[in-house]
């Protein structure tokens, strides 16, 4: 399995394809593999860049904090490794939140952004959920974490049609979730206020909103989307917000189109 010693911890990452390189930052309970109706789509065209970030999935999990502004240093530090210059960065929720801070860091490494189902502040309504998901985290069991979290990140219609794959991510949350680790990431999260930095952003960017995202729902993605000058935003009907499994589709076509022309059409 493909690992480098990035700053001070090994990090998981794959390479998919070849062509220009599209990175893919994950949502904070995720891994690499929740791109998996992303990665056939877009390695046909491009090399595509997953990885996990330190204190998630594969990756190490240092007993530490985690400030967002650590995983865009090393996302920096693993490109320079693999000797990328820049790349088309995609990122979803927490993904997407780091995303934005790597784009304001390194702005010479970024060819377009895109940013979905993501917050660039935390406010009262979004604490009061993380909090929520804190109390889970600390009662230590993954099949309670499991039934806490699912019912929000994923529409009612998706729960109904595709229980069989959503129960089947709950072993992931025993095997592969480091609670301590996700306990950090979290506090990490609840100390996000990027918003009033967010015109540093120049790169062409596109900002997609899920229409029944139930934990960031449109109302913070029109907020990224009025302080980037020039920032293209789409709203994708009928998800939740995990909209890469929800409606993959339209999700893959929609980024495909802004980085092969810069426009949503």
């Not at 390194?106 to 993380?130: E, W």
């Not at 069989?164 to 095997?175: E, K, Q, V």
């Not at 993605?221 to 302080?227: D, T």
């Not at 998800?239 to 980024?255: L, Q």
Request: glycine residues 4%; contains cysteine.
């Amino acid at each position: 399995m493909p690992y480098v010693k990035v700053n001070d911890i090994q990090m998981y990452y794959e390479l998919h394809g070849s062509g220009e390189t599209i990175v893919f930052l994950n949502g904070i309970l995720a891994n690499t593999s929740s791109w998996m109706y992303q990665v056939p789509y877009f390695s046909k065209q491009f090399q595509v860049l997953l990885l996990d970030f330190r204190g998630q999935g594969m990756s190490e999990k240092p007993l530490m904090e985690y400030p967002m502004e650590i995983h865009a240093d090393d996302i920096k530090a693993l490109m320079h490794e693999l000797k990328i210059s820049s790349a088309h960065i995609v990122g979803i929720s927490f993904g997407g939140e780091v995303a934005l801070i790597f784009a304001m860091k390194y702005p010479n490494m970024v060819k377009s952004l895109t940013v979905s189902c993501a917050v660039s502040h935390v406010d009262q309504v979004i604490k009061a959920m993380v909090e929520r998901w804190l109390i889970a985290a600390r009662l230590r069991s993954g099949k309670y974490l499991f039934q806490t979290i699912y019912p929000d990140i994923f529409s009612d219609e998706f729960m109904e049609k595709k229980w069989d794959l959503i129960s089947s991510t709950a072993p992931f949350y025993d095997t592969t979730v480091d609670i301590d680790a996700f306990i950090e990431l979290l506090k990490g999260f609840l100390r996000l206020n990027i918003t009033s930095d967010l015109p540093k952003i120049k790169c062409p960017t596109l900002i997609i909103a899920a229409e029944k995202d139930k934990i960031k729902p449109p109302r913070y993605s029109k907020i990224i989307h009025s302080k980037i000058v020039g920032s293209h935003f789409v709203v994708i009907k009928n998800s939740g917000h995990t909209v890469i499994w929800e409606r993959p589709e339209e999700f893959n076509k929609r980024v495909l189109r802004f980085i092969q022309t810069k426009t949503v059409g």
